[in-house]
């Protein structure tokens, strides 16, 4: 017997592709996909590409999903593939046994129920009974055209309406009750619809089929907003509202936000703005499956909750749920509506402001990191004992990273937010002969102090210029990044010859998918002759430049040497990162701006980068 299609599906969906496949491959990132080189058969040029959920060579033809990848790189039978992949997601096989073929043959069932509900609503929404609904939308500006793309519907008031409508489809009360439609008789009070008077919206699931519906009601009676119950195919901590359409946009447009909102509505006037990929959770607060989801449409989701304190602290519980699973290539980051001094939400501020403003607010979305500083220094009070705690919370926030690359980064991005908060916040001190109460006192005798010798230019410029070209000599995968500005920095004869001589070879290593090695850039620079310039920098002593740096740190430490020798240059590069970044969100054009906004800080504090390693 089969596997029930149920927990495939479940299985692939936890199941990213890319890191399972960048076990045995080097993967690059393309566009919203990742490409290298066929583990199936030789190639010099990468023709191999994984997707979200499967993979394919144009070179050789192999392709498949993630059970079939498994198979055929580790040569597993498919129940022993699906094993392997089932215990790292958590998942449980199930036996596949009729009972289980009975299970899959009843929620196909619960689908076709559900459509012909979808069906039901419809026609009602049109009919004489659904002109309270169709007012209603068209105050939200949703006319006939919009309503239809979105499938919205009207659940009339009669207790037993669809019931009854469904009935003469030959579909029966037990099978409405499966599906999360109706109530069962219950003592002396009769079955009856589970939605009546309100406003429907069905909810689909990744692939687009109906797995449950909400609906609104349009008077005074709670919950305004109602959710079905949950059913063997509705499962409230993983169904996101237009979740569908969100991932189609995703796929063609590699460039399309992914908006996690509140509300259906807020989804429907966003997509009919020219913003497919909001989505919006169920009622509930963002859950560790919900993200894993988001994260598998976008590197990057936008978070956008409404403008008032609940959803600033909706943003704040999913941006700490978020923080353990946060990786260089996998964030969030946060548009905030409003400040948190209204009720402004994305529906209102769409149809106020236009599509324009809102692209704007989503430019100017808060990283991660500035965002949950954001939150707690917020929530954190006044006083000596408030910062303390403050400066606990936003190291143990940064200690939930997982990533080992990232948690320190992190970490020094919020203590950075922490100390320069304290000196803007400094009170300034008293005029010297002045107690803090005001009493004048006797002035402090001046104490003479030993003339500081004048820093000679000329070795200043030697000891920076030793300093970059040591950084690139020992992490050659930063000459990419920075060929274009390090090509026109001035730099002394013998550090200039060395930067010429590596990026030439770097320009030759241009194809390769394994990255650039330093022992054969070395070997490369003594061979072009260049052994009496290359030994001059590698005495040199550098934090930096050490084997084991963290790369976030390399790359802030040659900006901060760049900026020292360029500092007009050092801005250009930080202004265009900076417009990239708005352009083009993903982990590379963050890091870069990171690593340039850190050498900016540094450059404006005087720092050297020579104290502690000359």
């Known amino acids: 017997m089969a596997l029930p299609a149920h927990f495939l599906e479940e299985l692939r969906a936890r199941t990213p592709m890319a890191p399972l496949v960048a076990r045995r491959v080097k993967l690059a990132r393309a566009g919203r996909n990742w490409r290298g080189l066929c583990p199936f058969h030789q190639e010099k040029s990468p023709s191999f590409h994984v997707y979200d959920n499967g993979f394919h060579c144009f070179g050789c033809g192999a392709s498949g999903d993630a059970i079939s990848w498994v198979m055929q790189t580790q040569g597993l039978e498919f129940m022993e593939a699906v094993a392997a992949l089932a215990a790292e997601a958590g998942l449980d096989v199930p036996e596949p046994t009729p009972r289980a073929a009975e299970q899959a043959r009843a929620r ?159 989804v429907i006037t966003l997509a009919e703005a020219g913003f497919p990929g909001a989505v919006a959770p169920l009622g509930t607060a963002l859950t560790e499956e919900h993200l894993a989801e988001l994260w598998q449409l976008s590197p990057m989701p936008v978070l956008c909750f409404d403008g008032d304190a609940a959803g600033a602290r909706a943003a704040a519980r999913a941006l700490e749920l978020a923080l353990p699973q946060l990786r260089p290539d996998r964030s969030l980051r946060i548009a905030r509506l409003g400040g948190g001094k209204g009720k402004e939400d994305p529906d209102s501020f769409v149809r106020a402001k236009g599509a324009a403003a809102f692209a704007d607010l989503l430019e100017q979305a808060e990283s991660a990191a500035d965002a949950l500083f954001g939150f707690m220094a917020r929530a954190a009070g006044t006083g000596v004992e408030a910062r303390a705690a403050l400066h606990k919370r936003l190291v143990e926030a940064a200690a939930r990273i997982e990533d080992r690359s990232l948690g320190p980064e992190f970490r020094r991005a919020l203590l950075d937010r922490f100390f320069a908060d304290r000196r803007t916040s400094r009170p300034e001190r008293p005029p010297p002969g002045r107690s803090g109460a005001g009493r004048l006192q006797p002035a402090a005798r001046p104490v003479p102090l030993p003339p500081r010798p004048r820093p000679d230019p000329e070795s200043a410029r030697l000891a920076r210029a030793d300093c970059l070209t040591l950084i690139l000599c020992r992490h050659p995968w930063l000459l990419h990044g920075v060929e274009e500005a390090l090509a026109l920095l001035d730099l002394p004869g013998p550090h200039a010859r060395l930067r010429d001589a590596m990026l030439a070879w770097a320009d030759a290593c241009q194809n390769r998918t394994e990255p650039l090695d330093t022992a054969e850039l070395l070997a490369h620079l003594r061979q072009v002759g260049l052994e009496a310039e290359l030994e001059r920098v590698l005495v040199t002593s550098l934090r930096y430049a050490a084997p084991d740096a963290m790369p976030a740190e390399v790359e802030a430490g040659f900006w901060h040497f760049f900026g020292l020798m360029n500092p007009g240059r050092l801005e250009a590069e930080w202004m265009a990162a900076t417009r990239d970044m708005a352009q083009h969100v993903d982990p590379a054009s963050e890091q870069r701006l990171v690593a340039l906004s850190i050498a900016r800080a540094k450059l404006r504090r005087g720092e050297t980068g020579l104290e502690t390693d000359l």
Request: proline letters at 4%; a positive charge; one cysteine or more.
């Open 108 to 266: 196909a069932d619960i689908f076709a129920v559900l459509a012909a509900a979808q069906e039901s609503f419809a026609r009602h929404l049109a009919q004489p009974e659904g002109a309270a609904g169709r007012a209603y939308l068209a105050s939200r500006g949703l006319d006939e055209a919009a309503c239809a793309r979105h499938g919205l519907g009207w659940a009339p008031e009669g207790r037993e309406t669809l019931i009854r409508d469904l009935a003469g489809l030959g579909i029966e009360l037990a099978q409405l009750v499966e599906a999360g439609l109706a109530r069962a008789a219950d003592g002396e009070r009769p079955a009856a619809d589970f939605f009546f008077a309100r406003v429907t919206f069905p909810i689909r699931d990744r692939r687009g089929r109906i797995i449950g519906f909400g609906a609104r009601t349009l008077g005074d009676n709670q919950p305004k907003y109602l959710n079905g119950p949950e059913t063997p195919v509705f499962a409230k901590r993983r169904a996101l509202y237009g979740l569908d359409r969100a991932r189609e946009a995703a796929r063609k447009e590699k460039n399309n936000n992914i908006i996690v909102v509140e509300g259906y509505l807020d």
